[in-house]
């Protein structure tokens, strides 16, 4: 970490920061595809936490589409989800406005010294509008972002991120001082990959169940002084802090 950085903090983007919503996938696969959107089909597997693109062939492959020709669709879905994305601006404000205390945490944060980044399985043309549409890419430095255009599989995210930081800031990313924001399973275990320090968000998932797969820390809501006390927290202690 450089020497003006207290840390680095990675947020998630669907269900940490904004409510995950599925319509802007179901209408880029249908448009990818050429089926109608009711046509859509999302597979039984829970799709939270992993990559849009293989999202899109999952959920293309259990719509009834060929596993060849939903491969063969990819560069279509990556220009249909972007346009879907642009023309949706408004629709999303309405539909996914920012959990309350994202912004303020993020801004807390940033006053505290930290760097803060996304690591999301979004595509980056679908995170940058819905982060700028949310008002919440102030304070993100984007450049050292992890997305699902990056790599297909999650897990390799953490190393796109760790590569763009030392390119930026011109030293190594220190994994002892990330933390990464999440609220999903495969969050903690894309973390744990990494050897990042990792909280999540009961938005969406009871608190119980996230305990579970045995994150650093659980936080009920993104209550600013919350977020930054536990992040300085695991920061500065090396370990785990108490549940929140």
Known sequence: MNHSSAGLVIWDVDGTLIPADLRWLRRAIARAY???????VFPDKKVHGYTD???????????????????????????????VMQEGQRELAEVQPPYPGAAASMAQLHGRGFIQTVLTGNLRSAAEVKLQVSGLDEFLDLRIGGFGSDARDRFQLPAVVAQRYSAVYGVPLDSARVIVIGDAPND?????????RVAVVAHRIGRQELASYEPDLVLDSLDPPAVVAVVSSLVSSGGSAAAC
């Not at 589409?65 to 939903?70: E, I, S």
């Open 53 to 83: 693109e293989s999202i899109a062939i999952d959920t293309a492959i259990s719509s009834g589409v060929d596993a060849l020709a939903a491969e063969a669709g990819i560069p279509a879905f990556r220009e249909a989800i972007a346009a």
């Open 188 to 196: 903690i275990a894309c973390a744990r990959h990494a050897g990042f």
């Open 34 to 40: 050429g089926m109608a959107e009711s046509e859509v």
